[in-house]
């Protein structure tokens, strides 16, 4: 992965348990980089041993700390200069989704190494999707749960989403049952 994902990570612990508890998870993982450069590959590995390594310190599951990173993740790459990609996947909830895998392609343009993953929609009803979730990096389904509850935030829209089918189980790939509703600004 990026350097970037391993900053995002970095940038979750510190703002919510301080550059202590950020140092002990990354000697914890046996990360020696004083820092990570967003542009850079870095090898998978690194970044589930900063998970796991925060699961430890943290006391909490891996799969929380991906959901809350999940979330962390829409704004933080907003911040990083990337917002206008984000803005221009889609005016509402479900069209930004049925856009991420253009999305993922206006970023490789960038990341010429990035491996993304690949989603597909399926409607089931007028507020309400089944999203398909392919990847070669196992074990990441609680960050889509985060990264579909931070963009409800960041387009104003109420989401739900329940896990279906899962590749830790014995599914292909994984799905989510995704219900979504816009809140009406005042």
Known sequence: ???????????????????????????????????????????????????????????????????????????????????????????????????LDKLHAHVGANFPSLQPPSFRCTETSDNELVLHYYSGRPGLAPMVIGLLNGLGRMLNTEVAVTHTASRARGADHDEFLVRYHARISS
Do not use: C
């Open 1 to 99: 992965m990026y350097g970037l994902v391993n900053k995002a990570i970095e940038g979750l612990i510190r703002q919510q348990a301080g550059e202590e508890i950020w140092e002990r998870i990354k000697a914890k993982a046996g990360v020696e980089e004083e820092f990570f450069v967003g542009m850079n590959p870095y090898p998978d590995e690194v970044t589930y041993k900063l998970v796991g390594a925060a699961s430890e310190v943290l006391g909490l599951s891996a799969d929380e700390i991906l959901r809350e990173f999940g979330e962390y993740w829409i704004l933080y790459t907003a911040q990083e200069g990337y917002g206008h990609l984000l803005t221009m996947s889609g005016r509402d909830f479900k069209e930004f989704l049925y856009n």
